[in-house]
């Protein structure tokens, strides 16, 4: 009797304990790569493929912390979902590429862009902010993929595009060359407002309010661990956190994922609330998103 009891005990703590972390197939996956890798007891870890399913995780509250594109998060929390941002991992990744020269905003004039399609997705949101701000007229296009949009580029039915990476360097090892990277993202977004840091908070990781009320010890243990892995592991195990997105994407080609890596800026902080607070108030005055959530940040 005194056995099953403590196998019932055990048994209810890792029911309590359990957690489940999601993280989007792409550039995203290197920094949380040691933390799926070397997994924290009773963690289930998993992937979101589109934004359809990552917006059903947070609305129905099916994922306890899920790494997000910033606007994407708070918009689905403007929507209801309960959830806080605890930090920010990824703050390089969009590039505007094409086989014709774009030495300045001014060039897109009367242009068409294609990028892909999905709310809160930071190339859209920075497009539509240049048009408001330097009122200059061109067209979006959204495309529901990165391979498609590679594949316009390089039969030449398109020619200009706004994406992140790995997309971009598939882009130029796919047409060796012929494409290129023509402006960074990040500087484009610093100029527009003045900005010393060329950098964005473009996706960062997500708790379920449930979740750090039940256990505030388990959230900072897998943030804690999340922040290992991408400060720590992503630098010094490089190949083995490569290998592993390599493995998990498989149609991503292993040189593509390097030249990705080396213009993607990562690494982990919940020091976010400044440079945060001024990408949001850009984004709600150019009507990126519906409102600032008052209580949106996790202090743990």
Not at 208 to 232: C, H, I, M, Q
Not at 248 to 259: A, R, S
Request: no cysteine; charged share 20%.
């Amino acid at each position: 009797m005194k056995k099953l009891f403590l196998i019932l005990v055990l048994f209810s703590s890792l029911i309590l304990f359990a957690g489940t972390f999601y993280n989007p197939l792409g550039p995203t996956l290197l920094p949380a790569a040691g933390l799926y890798i070397n997994k924290i007891p009773t963690l289930q870890t998993s992937y979101w493929r589109n934004i359809d399913q990552a917006q059903t995780l947070v609305l129905k509250e099916q994922a306890d912390f899920i790494v997000l594109p910033v606007a994407l998060g708070v918009e689905l929390i403007n929507k209801g979902a309960k959830y806080k941002l605890a930090g920010i991992s990824l703050w390089k990744t969009f590039y505007l590429i094409s086989s014709k020269e774009i030495k300045n905003i001014e060039d897109l004039k009367g242009k068409r862009i294609i990028t892909l399609h999905g709310p809160g997705q930071t190339a859209d949101v920075i497009l539509k902010i240049i048009k408001k701000i330097k009122k200059i007229d061109f067209e979006i296009v959204y495309v529901t993929s990165g391979p498609e949009i590679i594949q316009l580029l390089a039969s030449g039915k398109e020619n200009i595009a706004v994406l992140p990476e790995p997309f971009v360097s598939l882009a130029e090892v796919k047409t060796k060359g012929k494409i290129k990277v023509q402006m960074d993202f990040q500087k484009v977004y610093a100029s527009l407002f003045n900005l010393k840091d060329e950098k964005l908070p473009i996706a960062g990781v997500f708790v379920s309010n449930k979740k750090f009320k039940e256990n505030p010890n388990f959230v900072k243990r897998v943030l804690d661990g999340y922040k290992t892995s991408a400060n720590e592991f992503y630098k010094n195990n490089f190949e083995q956190a490569l290998n592993y997105v390599y493995n998990i994407m498989q149609t991503m080609p292993k040189i593509v994922l390097q030249k990705a890596a080396s213009r993607s800026e990562i690494f982990y902080t919940n020091d976010i609330k400044n440079i945060t607070n001024i990408y949001l108030k850009n984004l709600y005055e150019y009507g990126a998103i519906s409102k600032i959530p008052e209580d949106l940040y996790l202090d743990y």
